[in-house]
């Protein structure tokens, strides 16, 4: 009996309480821990975007979608999973809406959490694989955060331990054992093993520049190994198939079907992952020149085109295209012919146009002779 106090005092206590109040308000631990974690995925991800190439407040703007759509899917495979603990007799139904007093699954949480992002980069016109590989750091950082709930409740823990990282839970807590005092504390064990997650995702990213939703897929593989052999050691009710708990059986799938992807995925990482802002302001014509015929906007030119091909027109075919479209609208033509014989031109006269898009020959008097249209 000598050797019970040392192991107790080296061993990691609970939380005494996992609820305050502020007047009549209610501030629960693990509300504050998934909170803390979406604000920390969020603000990784942001960053992580941004320097793919993704403007600033997309990963917020989705994460709504898809935080809410996660919180549902969490809720809705922890009470299905373990129903017993709303539905039997003696137990209150309505306790199954009590998202605050705990009990997520992970597994619904991304499935749907997933649709929801899905939603999101819908309507802001973007693909989901690269949004997913940006923010999948930051969903592990948010995972490990969200165990520290679990700390607070005093819950999910593992089995019996005399190690002197052993976790004190009180008696008479679902799960314990009579006369043992600590317990394998998984919690902490998910929690380290998310954030380590978290940092190799960003050096094998760093190394290898992954793309189309393989980070992700690593991440879901990280995890997914992680927690197989987590949920071997916890002693919480759960459902069995063969003798071996549900979570660790979609572990396994779910690793598996992240493989897949990974292994069918391959290519170079995106290098446009959003639609560029078209320019706020367009830069003045010059004196004389008709309007669209002078303007450019060199900042929304693609890298691929040759110096001076886009000075001529916008993203939305503005410039010396329109301006085209409406000389050949009022039988005006570039050069004396008409808008379908500029192919047939001396290359050396069309690269001496000036910048306004007037013809050198036109203003010296030495008008060539109209090319045939196609229409004639």
């Not at 703007?61 to 709303?86: C, K, M, P, Q, S």
Request: hydrophobic share 40%; net charge positive.
């Amino acid at each position: 009996m000598p050797a019970a106090p040392a192991t107790i005092l080296a061993a990691i206590p609970s939380p005494p309480r996992s609820v305050w109040y502020v007047g009549p308000v209610p501030v629960r631990a693990y509300a504050l821990c998934i909170i803390a974690g979406i604000v920390a995925a969020i603000l990784i991800g942001e960053r992580r975007w941004v320097a793919r190439g993704g403007r600033r407040g997309t990963v917020s703007d989705v994460a709504v979608w898809a935080v809410v759509f996660g919180l549902i899917g969490g809720r809705l495979y922890h009470v299905i999973t373990d129903n017993e603990l709303y539905f039997r007799e003696g137990r209150d139904p309505l306790r199954a809406l009590y998202i605050w007093e705990g009990g997520l699954g992970i597994w619904g949480a991304i499935a749907l959490g997933g649709v929801g992002a899905w939603i999101g980069c819908r309507r802001r016109g973007i693909k989901l694989p690269p949004y997913a590989d940006a923010v999948a750091p930051g969903i592990a950082v948010a995972q490990g955060i969200g165990r520290l709930g679990n700390w607070f409740n005093q819950e999910l823990f593992g089995r019996p331990t005399d190690l002197p990282w052993g976790l004190e839970i009180d008696p008479g807590r679902p799960g314990t054992v009579p006369g043992v005092r600590t317990y394998h504390p998984t919690f902490l064990y998910e929690m380290i093993w998310c954030f380590a997650l978290a940092g190799a995702l960003v050096l094998v990213d760093r190394r290898f520049k992954l793309g189309r939703g393989r980070v992700f897929a690593l991440y879901v593989m990280g995890y997914t190994a992680g927690r197989f052999w987590i949920e071997m050691l916890r002693v919480d009710t759960a459902n069995l198939i063969f003798g071996v708990r549900l979570n660790v059986w979609t572990s396994v799938v779910v690793f598996l079907g992240a493989l897949v992807y990974f292994l069918l995925h391959r290519g170079p990482r995106e290098t446009e992952v959003e639609p560029r802002a078209a320019a706020p302001d367009a830069a003045p014509s010059p004196a004389g020149a008709a309007p669209g015929e002078g303007g450019s906007t060199v900042a929304d030119t693609s890298d691929s085109e040759q110096p001076g091909d886009g000075a001529q027109r916008g993203d939305d075919g503005a410039g010396s295209g329109a301006s085209s479209d409406r000389d050949r609208a009022g039988g005006k033509t570039d050069g004396g012919g008409t808008g379908h014989g500029r192919a047939d031109e001396d290359p050396r006269a069309r690269g001496a146009r000036t910048e306004d898009g007037g013809d050198p020959d036109r203003t010296r008097g030495g008008a060539r002779p109209a090319a045939p249209s196609a229409r004639d």
